[in-house]
């Protein structure tokens, strides 16, 4: 449209120009009609700029889409859940096109059209987002039964993507399994017990199952629940990982019974950052003081330190427990002796010590 007002113009002008008063050289003409072509095109879009642009964004419809998952936990129920929504659909689609939107529809799953194993909004709305201009797009109709895989949404936060939600009026009877969270140190050290904690919800099921804890594909423990009085249930793994390094692993839950549909729910991958040993520190003395409690909380100020206080007396001894002192130093770090003034010590333990010392302790 522009283009051709231009050239409207320019054939104007062309004409206001072709007899002139007194009589112009063709290059002096031409010159003139130039110059004001220019001047007066830009002019032309000055004024009709804001016209264009009401125009232009008159004709471009808002655009709104409707996302129906079609994922396996939407139709491998007892009740297809996709034919249930897709029947709101019907109503909800006319209910916008009245609003004079445009309507676009996808099925998704794992992104647009994508495998129907597992869901992941983030990845549909990331398609979305390279495919559609935001400026145009008023908002996402999002049916679905909201079991996702995605780790987390900031999506929403970066895009401001208004997103509108739609709940049938049915209950499923389908039972599920999940493990909704892990907490556990995400650093561990070798061959000590590292606990894990797995939070586990239970829908529509009151059996029994098992939880195991996977190490490189190989079921390293095992522990069986029973929802029988809780459909919420906390418990406790622990690993000795003989390994350095980022040691990944998977908590599983299964149910004793079958026809559980949604799946993915029951695996939790996560993975934790594996260190040495802790070196260790033995503190020997032959009392209990506030002096000796200073030094072990400074000293536990270290993460990497073992601290160990052991009380001399006529035996060696850790707390209640009696220790084996040439065993505890074999694999010490560092010894802090502190005579309180009746520590008394041996000729083996002396020169177990003197040893020690020498070689580099």
């Known amino acids: 449209m522009v283009f051709f007002l231009a050239i409207i113009v320019v054939i104007l002008i062309f004409l206001f120009y072709r007899r002139t008063v007194p009589p112009l050289y063709n290059w002096q003409k031409y010159t003139l009609i130039l110059l004001r072509s220019i001047t007066t095109v830009i002019l032309v879009l000055l004024l009709l700029n804001p016209i264009l642009y009401f125009i232009r964004n ?32 019907d109503l909800l689609s006319r209910s916008l096109k009245k609003s004079k939107y445009e309507i676009q529809e996808y099925d998704f799953a794992d992104g647009l059209n994508g495998n129907p194993e597992r869901t992941y909004l983030s990845k549909t709305l990331h398609e979305i987002i390279n495919r ?11 049916l679905s039964d909201g079991w996702f895989k995605d780790e987390e949404l900031s999506i929403f936060n970066e895009y401001f ?42 829908q529509n099921y009151q059996g029994k199952a098992v939880v195991e ?14 929802f029988q009085s809780d459909p919420y249930q906390q418990i406790t793994l622990e690993h000795e990982f003989r390994e350095t ?34 070196s ?15 030094m072990i909380d400074a000293l536990r100020s270290q993460p990497r330190w073992e ?35 009746s520590l008394h010590l041996n000729k083996d333990i002396a020169d177990l010590i003197r040893s020690f010392v020498a070689k580099g302790g």
Do not use: C
């Open 58 to 89: 008159k004709l471009t419809r808002p655009q709104f889409i409707i996302l129906k998952d079609n994922s396996a936990s939407m139709v491998n129920s007892e009740i297809n859940k996709y034919d249930l929504l897709a029947a709101s659909y």
């Open 132 to 142: 559609y201009d935001l400026r145009d797009l008023k908002g996402i109709l999002l």
């Open 161 to 202: 993507i208004p997103l509108y939600t739609y709940l049938p009026d049915y209950r499923s009877m389908d039972f599920d399994l999940e493990l909704t969270n892990l907490h556990y140190n995400k650093k561990a050290y070798r061959q000590e017990m590292t606990p894990i904690i797995a939070d586990i919800r239970s």
């Open 213 to 226: 804890f996977l190490l490189q594909g190989k079921i390293e423990h095992s522990q069986r629940i029973d």
């Open 245 to 278: 390094g980022l040691q990944e692993f998977t908590i599983r839950i299964m149910a004793d019974s079958t026809g559980e549909h949604n799946m993915d729910n029951n695996l939790f991958p996560a993975a934790v950052q594996v260190v040495n040993n802790r």
């Open 280 to 294: 260790r520190v033995i503190i020997l003395s032959d009392r209990l003081n506030w002096d000796i409690k200073f």
């Open 307 to 341: 601290i160990n206080f052991i009380l001399k007396t006529d035996v060696f001894m850790i707390g209640k427990n009696i220790v084996d002192f040439p065993d505890m130093i074999k694999d010490s770090a560092l010894l802090i002796i502190m005579n309180q003034g």
